[in-house]
């Protein structure tokens, strides 16, 4: 017997025969004895619209009232899978994040959970009852709904977990797991069994648009185990309830990972853009100067390499910002060129950012060196480097973007079992 | 300066055009300073789809689930409301049912108001703000969302306008009065300017689908002084910002009708159908024996005329049922013949009451008589009579419904200014 946290999405629970679906990998777990957690998603679709009307109805709004607006969408899933499983004769209630409560703080339409009170819903585990939570909404302080942002019921989910000290939070989804990377643009790419939560983090916030970033996050600091599987798997097909060893990929603490791979995934981010600033003094504050500015116009700044420059009297500031983002860039930083003081402002949209991604590579030299001959051996322009303890991110041209993944991963011999 | 309640129904926020409507019906009340308060309904169609839902889901289902998903509706367009006003300048927030709260008792899908504490509200009309109020929701003892049935939107206008001591409450609907008819039957019916609780009481529950039953008698029982008038109109139509005589008709005490006329109205209601017991024996308990199964099985009983046998040692019993509810009441007597023990059982369908309504008739003689002789000009035979002291109720052949309402209508010059 365990304590099992289960968060669909919108698409697990577009109409009431997926919802049937999800109601089906439920009784599995409590046929099996567990207790249970559901958290869900509003059906797909829903959210978008019920934002829409909140634009039309002024593009400039409270967030307050969009909050009650959005989070009726949840509320309606919720009760919906809490019926269809009374149907199927089992003991569930709903719940929404004013009744547990899910307490956040006053961020209306991008609250963080604070505290999550599990007592009641334990107690009723103990009694055999299953809890329908309708995800990405929680109570504010000023006792009004606070939605999480989008995607958020991923970290309702996590969160609950957390705060019922579940012993799994199984993550349904439209994938069956986190490969080695995207197999679209790689075949071979393949599933992989145990990834590490850094290592998570690193391949959601690079694009491998599994999990929402916050939640890994909130899962590595509770180290709460976290399983990303197949909501369209049949529900009781073969293995399905296997506790240990779901198909899927298991989110979990380094130290439960024995056979640590060097290079675990290869992630890649398109549409990136570059720009250079030339010949600044080498002075303190002159990062602050540049990013501040960045910061304050809400553009998000990604890689960012500095080196001396060419006359080996001032510095070079290179940085990487979404290519949609590059004019806005140029144009903030034209107006602080005073408080800056570069000599030459240089930019160049169009790139891919390639990022090769391993626990393993901590305790592993020549991870980078393979990486760049690699590239080279194809004729790859690298544009510039970052690197981290577990990352190695590598700009190039957009249009090579496919075969540099595809080289990537074969030259850490992910394709290989 | 006054405060006011005003309640907006499914098609006055069927979309934002409509809602920018009700917005600017509720800035004409602030505009000529008066407090606030807009009780609103979910947007047409949108309670459809949610109950649609939760009976795809299962036919049979936990009423609690079904409120936590239909009060998603009321939450959505008040939340929009409040957007719409705030847009306009109008400072206004929403209140989902357990926010204020609406206490309710724990009947879920069918709840009724216990109390509503509106001391924040009030609290709040003191620093300018309207407040937006979801319909139809309160809270339950359970803490959980609580339903009032449908078009219980009336009831929670009344109940909140009680609650916060206002001085009026307005019901903007898809008509613009209480008339002396249906205007589709008879062209010439007028429009009232007031009418009393009690007429109104019976004019509502007898098919002038203007008001909700229960909100007439809440209105009556706590005087809450009630305008029906059109949502359709021009805000700043002439005449709307008036406060004591705003086109509409006003339902209030009869101690504020001056001038009462004998009848006020004449309501219909069809699809009526007469079941006869006849020679049951004459014993107490018999009444229970006959009604106690068919209350049980759900079905409502209207019009009940007893009367001696025609061999005069026995009674026969004459009731009216719905239509549709006819063959199941009579296998429901079937059933429980020997324990009422009834000689014959008649029935017909395809009936319709027709009803003279007033106050006025109290202290005056010969109203029934009139009815009675105006109707057999026509030719229309009476199937049965039920009266009180406010109403006189008439059965006859269905064919006939529209003659006799004509034909009454002229009778009593409801049809003269």
Not at 89 to 114: C, E, F, K
Not at 143 to 148: E, F, G, K, Q
Not at 150 to 161: E, H, I, K, N, P
């Amino acid at each position: 017997m365990a304590r099992i946290v289960m968060k669909f999405g919108g698409t697990s629970v577009a109409d009431l025969d997926r919802i049937r679906n999800v109601a089906r990998h439920v009784k599995r777990e409590t046929d099996s004895g567990h207790e249970v957690a559901v958290v869900v998603s509003a059906m797909a679709g829903r959210t978008n619209e019920l934002v829409a009307w909140t634009r039309e109805a002024s593009p400039l709004h409270d967030a307050r009232e969009y909050d009650a607006v959005v989070a009726a969408g949840e509320q309606v899933s919720a009760g919906l899978l809490a019926i269809v499983l009374q149907a199927m004769g089992v003991n569930a209630r709903s719940w929404l994040g004013w009744q547990i409560p899910v307490h956040t703080d006053n961020a209306h339409g991008a609250a963080r959970i604070l505290e999550i009170d599990g007592s009641e819903l334990v107690r009723r585990f103990g009694e055999g009852q299953v809890a329908v939570v309708a995800g990405f909404q929680g109570l504010g302080p000023d006792n009004r709904v606070a939605t999480l942002g989008r995607g958020g019921s991923d970290t309702s989910a996590v969160a609950l977990a957390a705060a019922v000290k579940a012993d799994r939070c199984d993550i349904y989804t439209d994938v069956d797991g986190v490969y080695t990377t995207d197999p679209r643009i790689e075949p071979s790419a393949r599933r992989l069994g145990k990834v590490a939560f850094e290592e998570m983090l690193e391949l959601a916030s690079l694009g491998a648009k599994v999990l929402q970033v916050r939640s890994v996050e909130l899962a590595m600091v509770h180290k709460v185990r976290t399983f990303v599987r197949s909501s369209f798997s049949e529900p009781d097909a073969p293995g399905m309830d296997d506790f240990d060893n779901p198909p899927g990929t298991l989110i979990c603490d380094e130290d439960e990972i024995v056979e640590q791979e060097v290079v675990t995934g290869i992630a890649y981010a398109r549409d990136e853009a570059q720009i250079s600033l030339r010949r600044l003094a080498d002075r303190p504050g002159v990062s602050a100067a540049i990013f501040g500015p960045l910061s304050d116009a809400h553009i998000n700044v990604d890689m960012i390499v500095q080196n001396i420059s060419e006359d080996g009297s001032s510095t070079d500031m290179t940085f990487t910002v979404p290519s949609g983002d590059m004019e806005k860039s140029l144009s903030v930083l034209e107006e602080a060129r005073e408080a800056i003081g570069f000599d030459v402002l240089q930019s160049e949209s169009g790139l891919a950012k390639v990022s090769v991604i391993g626990i393993g590579m901590r305790s592993h030299a020549g991870v980078a060196a393979t990486a760049f001959k690699a590239l080279a051996d194809k004729g790859i322009n690298i544009k510039a480097i970052t690197t981290s303890e577990i990352k190695i991110s590598i700009l190039i041209d957009g249009p090579y973007a496919e075969l540099a993944v595809r080289t990537l991963h074969s030259v850490y011999g992910l394709d290989k079992t």
